[in-house]
């Protein structure tokens, strides 16, 4: 399957779930003035994610080009890219964790045919600032059966 298969059936299958689809915003943000390129799928939409209203509702999908260049030296193994496209669902204040979860489930093993087990998944493990995310955790070890050993803890 080829990239763009990918990215349409993302965002059909989100679009299917009452998400709106918007365009990627420009890869030289318009009003951001702290970064030279846009470098996260978040990055456009946080006016929104703190709690300004989007034109499209509450529920939002896209793709978003982005450029990082932070590790640059790097670039050209498995691990450092420079411009690559995020994949994004977006819920301003509509659901939350668990139905996220679901429906990225649901998109990995029902649209592109995923085996269970061939999955494996990253929760947060907390730090000194924050705890462990054990809502996700718990999302996905009782609700889908995902094994301990398919549950990979993150520390940023």
């Known amino acids: 399957m080829k990239a ?28 951001d003035p702290s970064v030279l390129f846009t470098t996260a799928g978040m990055q456009p939409l946080v006016p929104y994610l703190l709690g300004q209203k989007h034109p499209a509702g509450t529920r939002l999908t896209d793709f978003q080009k982005c ?10 193994d498995n691990r450092h890219l420079t411009y690559f ?22 998109f990995l093993t029902k649209e592109l045919q995923i085996p269970v087990e061939k999955l494996s998944v990253t929760v947060f493990k907390g730090d000194e600032d924050c705890p462990r995310d054990e809502v996700a955790a718990e999302c ?15 520390k940023r």
């Open 67 to 76: 450029v990082r260049t932070n590790d640059i030296e790097e670039v050209g």
């Open 140 to 154: 996905w070890k009782k609700s889908w059966n995902i094994r301990w050993s398919h549950l990979l803890l993150w």
């Open 4 to 31: 763009i298969d990918i990215r349409n059936k993302y965002l059909k299958f989100f679009e299917s779930k009452g998400h709106s689809v918007i365009p990627s915003a420009p890869l030289i943000p318009e009003n």
């Open 85 to 106: 496209e995020m994949l994004g669902n977006w819920s301003l204040g509509d659901y939350f964790k668990e139905e996220s979860i679901q429906m990225s489930f649901d």
